[in-house]
């Protein structure tokens, strides 16, 4: 049995980006104040996060009660391999996407800075609350204030396109919210649990095929809304209306990989292997992600505008992570929530790089890019890596989880989706390698004369995210273990026992 | 010993103001604002005393004049009425804090008859609620009711006949109500609650009593709003003042529910109400049609007053689809979303009423996002209070509504599920539509000239923003500490024979 | 069947009674009128209460020498009769309310007929 050990870092983690939106509120009067909040809660959540770090990995769980919200049911946190994984990488490019929003913001002169920073600070807080929910309940709160925290960052232009955007993210999101609060409830009446266990804990309690079909299409349909799975993903492409730091850190990190974090957690640790399998939900999963996966990225060939680009891209990574989990293989899981990580740290460079593009130059179109490499070599370069990651080439991090995705197909026995991961592979090169030509190889224009580099603010957090990608994808288990948190998380969940990181003792 | 008066206490304090205040007005108008406020603050009191005794040493029975109870009327608090009685007086204590500013400004001249008024109606109101007699409480009823056609009939000039139609249906309702306790006085022949609860099993032929049963429930149901005869509710709460609004909303129908939770919980079996006849099926159908139906409207008003007015007949839906339930989970619902809305309307309709003190108005398509800077902490209460009723946790709307699902769902009724779902929805729709008017640039300029003229300077007066932010801040704490009010206060009130 | 109505010919009346006043209440366009279908709908309630109170050949509760004070059956209960006074107060105030609404809308509009009222409001 593991240790669970009572402490409140998980807590507090939880509360600083929250604690920071009151005082960025009350010093909206002084940006440089106000920045120095949103930093601060940044830094603090992340040591906190990492401090967390070595005793996980010893095989210690540190749990938080906060307080009884129904009867029966805590609101509670838990930090288990899985939950810290996933805080390590949203505290972790938070603080770089701080950097980069404060270049960005002023760069761009946006309007109501202060509503920007003080969302943006909650829609972290609620970020950290999912990952480190220790049961579904909780887990639906953290999810519901996230919802609500990225509305006005959505509509922050204020212009006719934003607002249209806004109400459909939110009657996306909301919607889903109320589907997952339908399907906690059930889960409540049929097992009187809701603790988030590996390996499930639904296994005893169904019997009935069509219920266990209907709540578990109720869950994936609650979390598949932020997740972006197919043909619920049509607010993501509508809310790049947003700034682009907003899209980097949200619509690639934070909101969108909650969603897929909820479907780990629900595969993994509500229902569990034993259970989809018995039921065919596995089968259902993989499917809708295999369609995802090929349609987005057949889509986003077509797309002129370069972040509807990128967000169509990010569908289909997100349904990769969602397919590794459908496999029930551990190395498909594993692939998932590696490339969980990946995925986060290549696609933010591109965001950032698009983000950079836009406030220097004023260009949000893939056509109006030629020669953009040669005024902007760091940003083009780091977008290389990007692209290159994404793509699968190695040495760059995605190239690894991409590698344990396919084993994962092979070793489940699923050729057909081996099939599907090259055939996205060489889709991603069809879409992303026309911009870097046209960056690199043909000639600007004249507009493009008295621009150089965007500010410090946003190339230094660019730059550092992609060598970041490069150092993952050398030594997958670099500085925060990465590699031996998602191997000991996939052994768990498939063995179905309580005793993470078996596979870790030395 | 003052303990033991506490059930007499609160009804009697109330009319003695209403007396009192008269008087007091002939010697300084400003008096009867304070004596109506000092009063129901001692009522809170008095309330909040009897809770806590009601919680650690038992339930209250007071005789009035020392006739025992078969013969003699009897008041009573119990868990379930001494919850009522402490966030009814309550929330008409910061309403009547608050209606201070608003009714020197919407019906200045007359504040000595709107706040004697205001006490006949929370003396009829807490008199329904304490009392455990079920003629008495048709004299409470009806003595409430007439206060608050009155209360209602002040407004803008179309109040009179709102408040006239009200008055038809409500003492319909009324007659209802008395009309099926002839049917239950004649089967049983007793008219003390807890007597007829008592007899009622040994009644042979149960026919009359099941016809005397709906027949109430019909006239409380009007008295609740409960979708199809809210009709009178919209006109009657849109064109009376704000203040008026403001203290008969958000409690006057939580009464009406708290008779219905009384009549279908304690006078009779509910089990056995649930199993042999279609009532409680009826109300919750009937609650959930209200639901969709209150919604859809609300989403159709230009008038914030009007729009809140049918989320409330939605509101009161979910009450009725908690109580049609009947089940332990679904009374847990039901009641803690009468506290819940209660707290939530109440919240909404204050903010209604600083709108119209600072801007004269509170039309949608005229307000104007101005509001953010000019009245920050009404727009901050607002909105606090909107997201409460759209169901977002962890404000105290989401808790309410996860009872009714878990009810809903423990008995497989998965059309209330929908229904809750779809409701949810529908009022994120209407609610925020008015966000937007609060917080965003609008697109186009509004074509209104004189909206620059009607726009606020500034925040409401501390008077009216002090209540309204307590009820904002209330939501926060009753959602988070809304497992602690399920254990202490509603788990004791669950009737034994549910089975809980 | 005769044997019920002649049982029962007091109910039948209250039910038309009751019936004629909803109908005046919902279909009536006068206020004036609407409110004594309001009135009848009461009577009929409070008489409904008086009615149940009836025994044949009962008298009312007063002490009367020649009876004896043992048997109930000779008494009418009087608590229908004391609640019911209660009731026909309810109902006066009731009456007065109304009508001071009734008042104060015609002066404002110098109308009672619905249609018209409606129309002058717009």
């Known amino acids: ?506 | ?500 | 069947m005769l044997e019920i109505i002649k049982g029962y010919y007091a109910y039948f009346f209250l039910v038309a009674v009751f019936c004629i006043g909803l109908f005046g209440m919902m279909v009536k366009r006068n206020l004036m009128k609407k409110v004594m279908g309001m009135s009848m709908v009461q009577s009929a309630v409070i008489l409904f209460w008086i009615v149940s109170a009836f025994k044949d050949g009962a008298t009312v509760t007063v002490l009367d020498p020649a009876r004896a004070v043992e048997d109930a059956d000779l008494y009418l209960n009087p608590l229908p009769h004391t609640l019911m006074l209660t009731a026909i107060v309810v109902a006066v105030v009731t009456l007065g309310v109304s009508f001071a609404l009734l008042i104060v809308i015609y002066r404002r509009y110098r109308t009672l007929e619905e249609p018209l009222l409606l129309e002058k409001m717009q």
């Open chain 2, 1 to 500: 010993m003052m303990t033991s008066h506490i059930p007499l206490l609160i009804p009697a304090t109330f009319l003695l103001a209403a007396l009192l205040i008269p008087l007091a007005a002939l010697l300084w108008r400003r008096l009867s604002w304070l004596l109506a406020v000092a009063a129901t603050g001692l009522c809170f009191f008095y309330a909040v005393k009897g809770l806590a005794h009601v919680t650690t040493a038992g339930r209250l029975h007071y005789h009035l004049a020392g006739w025992q109870p078969p013969f003699g009327i009897e008041f009573v608090l119990d868990p379930l009425s001494a919850f009522f009685s402490v966030f009814v007086t309550g929330v008409a204590l910061l309403a009547l804090i608050h209606a201070g500013r608003v009714v020197a400004h919407e019906v200045s001249g007359v504040d000595m008859g709107f706040y004697a008024l205001a006490m006949l109606l929370l003396a009829g109101l807490s008199g329904m609620v304490v009392t455990g007699d079920l003629f008495n409480l048709y004299v409470f009823l009806e003595i409430s009711a007439l206060a608050s056609y009155s209360l209602i009939a002040r407004g803008d000039p179309r109040a009179p006949l709102s408040a006239f139609r009200y008055l038809t249906l409500g003492t319909t309702g009324a007659a209802f109500y008395l009309l099926g306790l002839a049917f239950v006085y004649m089967s049983v022949g007793s008219l003390n609650l807890a007597d007829v609860s008592h007899l009622l099993p040994d009644v042979g032929d149960t026919r009359p009593v099941l016809l005397g049963l709906s027949l109430m429930v019909l006239g409380i149901g009007l008295k609740m709003a409960l979708f199809p005869l809210h009709a009178w509710l919209a006109d009657a709460y849109t064109h009376a003042s704000s203040a008026a609004t403001a203290l008969i909303a958000p409690i006057g129908t939580k009464v009406a529910a708290y008779v219905l939770l009384r009549l279908m919980f304690f006078l009779v079996d509910p089990q056995y109400l649930r199993d042999q006849t279609p009532l409680p099926a009826i109300v919750g159908c009937l609650g959930a049609a209200g639901m969709l139906w209150g919604s859809i409207m609300a989403m159709c008003q230009k008038e914030l007053k009007r729009m809140l007015a049918y989320s409330s007949v939605a509101q009161v839906g979910y009450i009725a689809l908690g109580i049609g339930l009947a089940s332990p989970l679904g009374f847990i619902g039901a009641t803690l979303h009468a506290l819940n809305h209660a707290c939530m309307k109440a919240c909404l309709f204050l903010v209604t009423g600083n709108f119209r003190v600072r801007l004269g108005h509170s039309t949608l398509p005229r307000l104007v996002d101005d509001l953010r800077r000019t009245m920050p902490w009404s727009a901050a209460a607002f909105t606090t209070a909107a997201i409460s009723m759209v169901g977002l946790p962890p404000l105290a709307g989401f808790f309410s509504k996860w009872y009714l699902v878990l009810g809903s769902i423990q008995q497989s009724n998965w059309v209330f599920v929908a229904v809750l779902v779809a409701s949810s929805l529908l009022n994120a729709v209407y609610f925020f539509r008015v966000l937007e008017r609060l917080y965003l640039t609008p697109l186009a300029p509004p074509d209104d000239t004189d909206v620059a003229a009607a726009a606020a300077t500034r925040e409401a007066p501390a008077s009216m923003l002090a209540p309204t932010l307590v009820l904002a801040g209330a939501l926060l704490v009753l959602g988070i500490f809304n497992a602690w009010i399920v254990s202490t206060f509603i788990n004791p009130m669950i009737p034994s024979r549910l089975g809980w």
């Open chain 1, 1 to 506: 049995m593991p240790v669970t050990h009572e402490s409140v870092i998980p807590l507090l983690a939880v509360l600083a980006p929250l604690a920071a939106i009151p005082l960025i509120l009350l010093s909206s009067r002084r940006p440089n104040l106000r920045e120095f909040w949103t930093l601060a809660a940044a830094f603090t959540a992340c040591g906190l996060i990492l401090s967390l770090l070595p005793g996980v990995l010893a095989g210690r769980t540190v749990a938080y009660d906060i307080l009884t919200i129904s009867p029966g049911i805590a609101l509670s946190l838990r930090v288990d391999p899985t939950g810290l994984f996933f805080a390590i990488i949203c505290s972790s490019l938070w603080i770089l996407t701080s950097f980069y929003s404060i270049g960005y913001v002023r760069g761009a002169g946006e309007k109501k800075q202060t509503r920007y920073f003080a969302s943006f600070a909650l829609c972290i807080g609620a970020t950290l609350g999912i990952a480190l929910s220790a049961n579904l309940l909780s887990f639906v709160i953290f999810y519901e204030m996230l919802s609500l925290g990225t509305y006005p960052l959505v509509i922050h232009k204020e212009t006719r396109e934003s607002y249209r955007s806004g109400r459909m993210y939110l009657t996306y999101a909301l919607s889903a919210g109320l589907l997952l609060i339908v399907a906690t409830a059930w889960t409540w009446a049929l097992a009187h649990n809701l603790d988030f266990r590996p390996g499930g804990f639904l296994g005893g309690v169904l019997a009935d095929e069509g219920a266990a079909r209907a709540l578990f299409l109720l869950f994936i349909a609650g979390v598949g809304v932020k997740a972006g799975l197919m043909p619920l993903h049509s607010w993501l492409p509508a809310a790049m209306v947003a700034p682009t730091p907003v899209s980097a850190l949200l619509h690639a990190v934070a909101v969108v990989k909650s969603g897929v974090f909820g479907v780990i957690r629900v595969a993994g640790f509500v229902f569990g292997p034993a259970t989809m399998q018995a039921f065919g939900l596995d089968t259902i999963l993989a499917a809708v992600a295999a369609v995802t996966i090929i349609l987005a990225s057949v889509i986003a060939l077509r797309q002129d505008n370069l972040k509807k680009r990128l967000a169509f891209s990010t569908i289909g990574h997100l349904s990769y992570i969602v397919l590794g989990v459908a496999l029930l293989s551990p190395e498909g899981f594993m692939g998932g929530l590696l490339h969980l990580a990946n995925h986060a740290t290549t696609k933010i460079a591109l965001f950032f790089c698009a983000g950079a593009i836009y406030v220097n130059l004023h260009k949000t179109e893939i056509s109006e890019l030629d020669g953009i490499g040669k005024v902007m070599p760091w940003t083009m370069a780091a977008f290389t890596v990007g692209v290159l990651g994404l793509s699968g080439v190695p040495p760059i991090n995605a190239f690894v989880s991409k590698f344990y995705l396919c084993k994962g197909a092979v070793s489940s026995g699923q050729l057909v989706f081996l099939a599907v991961f090259l055939a996205s592979g060489l889709l991603n090169m069809a879409y992303f390698f026309p911009i870097l030509h046209r960056a690199f190889f043909r000639p600007g224009g004249a507009g493009l004369h008295g621009h150089s580099e965007a500010s410090p603010l946003m190339v230094v957090p660019i730059v550092i995210v992609a060598v970041l990608s490069l150092v993952l994808g050398l030594y997958p288990n670099a500085l925060v273990h990465f590699f031996d948190l998602a191997r000991g998380i996939s052994q768990s969940v498939m063995a179905g026992a309580a005793a993470p990181l078996a596979g870790l003792a030395p």
